[in-house]
């Protein structure tokens, strides 16, 4: 079974998942690995605060686990 990134997990617990998933929040302008907030921010809080769309950025990340 491969992996799923939800809309509930942690930046950090999706940055610890695979080293491609930097590079694709980067491409969100995300740059979570320096930030404080990763260790208890979920994907869709930190993409509301940021304006995006939680969904666009769960199917970029889930590419690269299928």
């Known amino acids: 079974m491969s992996q799923k990134i939800t809309k509930d997990m942690t930046f ?3 940055l610890q998942m695979a080293p491609e998933v ?3 929040l980067g491409t ?4 979570c690995v320096g930030c404080m907030g990763a260790m ?3 994907l869709e809080q930190g993409a509301r605060a940021h304006g995006l769309d939680v969904d666009e950025i769960l199917k970029a990340l889930n590419t690269i686990f299928d």
Do not use: D, S, W
């Open 40 to 42: 208890n921010e979920t």
């Open 28 to 31: 969100f302008n995300l740059g």
């Open 22 to 24: 930097a590079k694709v």
């Open 12 to 14: 950090h617990q999706v």
